[in-house]
């Protein structure tokens, strides 16, 4: 028996009570904090909740005028065959996906990720790009990249109608009229302000829980994933990791959240903090891709890198 513990079973046994003890503050502290009507569950150690909803056939979930033209009379009427949905993420570093991105029918891609130094890993093409109404000044500051380079792409800003509506106060919706001036071959759209409330009645059909109460936003990928699938008849997505990768064993190793923020945040911790963040708004990236997941097994949606 090489087992020569220096202390004495009393004293193990008020540090075993204090660690409890500590525990339970804790656990009763945490859930008396945060005032949602609700909490995200964990499932057992994984990061991740139940979904309680249920799915919707998004290639017709919502009709009449989604988005709406900042200027002139244009109207969406993408139809694509075979998609690529090009992620942000740093999984695409080094993945030499670019050549096959750019054979798709269609690109699409998210807010101010480029292409510009970095066509061999994620293409230089760009059917679509979707832009929260965070990320606009962080697109038009960079016409060249985002404006220019492809004349006849397609953007599509989303963002509250109380921020980016043609009746918010504020400058973004003024912005992005003159972006569509500035650039005629460019066709850009709003997400109709009744559009964006199908949104989140889908966030809640599709996972029992309701957007604003649950104190969630809804991110870029959620508006992003959505549109593919309405004008997509397949869709390969490049870069998104599956719902529980960040709570697999042993954990992933640190990569940024943005291929092209090397020095930003590191991707696991960003989705963690986020999914389990009660105070203020977050998003749920998580809970987002486990809908994604099951829409891939209701839409021709397929992931590489990582593939899934
Ligand atoms: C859009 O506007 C242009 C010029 O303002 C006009 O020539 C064209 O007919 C309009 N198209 C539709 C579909 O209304
Ligand atoms: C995109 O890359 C391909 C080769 O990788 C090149 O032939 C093509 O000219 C590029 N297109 C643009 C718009 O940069
Ligand atoms: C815009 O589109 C028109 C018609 O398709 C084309 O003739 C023109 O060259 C385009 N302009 C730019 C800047 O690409
Ligand atoms: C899914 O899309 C791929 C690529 O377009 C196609 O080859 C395949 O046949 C499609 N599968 C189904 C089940 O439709």
Redesign the pocket.
């Known amino acids: 028996m090489g087992n020569t513990s220096k202390n004495k079973p009393g004293q193990k046994m008020a540090i075993f009570g204090a660690i409890f003890l500590v525990m339970t503050l804790l656990i009763f502290y945490s859930s008396n904090s945060g005032n949602e009507s609700f909490r995200y569950i964990p499932l057992k150690g994984a990061l991740g909740y139940h979904l309680h909803g249920r799915t919707s056939n998004l290639k017709q979930w919502a009709d009449g005028d989604g988005y709406l033209p900042v200027y002139g009379n244009k109207t969406m009427q993408l139809h694509c065959g075979r998609c690529a949905l090009v992620t942000s993420s740093s999984h695409l570093l080094g993945s030499n996906m670019g050549p096959k991105i750019d054979q798709a029918e269609c690109v699409i891609r998210m807010n101010d990720a480029p292409t510009t130094d970095y066509e061999k890993d994620v293409g230089n093409r760009s059917t679509m790009r979707v832009v929260a109404h965070s990320s606009v000044y962080r697109v038009i500051r960079r016409p060249q990249e985002f404006l220019?380079k492809t004349?006849?792409a397609i953007l599509i800003f989303w963002g509250p109608p109380s921020k980016i509506g043609r009746e918010a106060k504020g400058t973004l919706f003024r912005l992005v009229q003159k972006v569509g001036m500035a650039?005629?071959?460019l066709s850009a759209f709003i997400v109709a302000p009744t559009r964006m409330q199908r949104f989140d009645e889908l966030f809640h059909k599709e996972t029992g829980r309701d957007r604003e109460k649950s104190r969630s936003w809804l991110s870029t990928g959620w508006f992003t994933m959505v549109i593919a699938i309405e004008l997509c008849d397949s869709i390969q997505v490049y870069g998104m990791v599956p719902p529980y990768y960040c709570s697999s064993r042993p954990q992933p190793k640190k990569r940024p959240y943005h291929y092209y923020e090397p020095k930003g945040p590191d991707e696991c911790t960003t989705y963690i903090q986020n999914e389990r963040g009660r105070r203020g708004n977050h998003h749920r990236f998580i809970t987002e891709k486990q809908v994604f997941a099951r829409w891939a097994k209701l839409y021709n949606i397929t992931f590489s890198n990582p593939r899934w």
């Open positions: 220019n004349p006849d650039f005629p071959n």
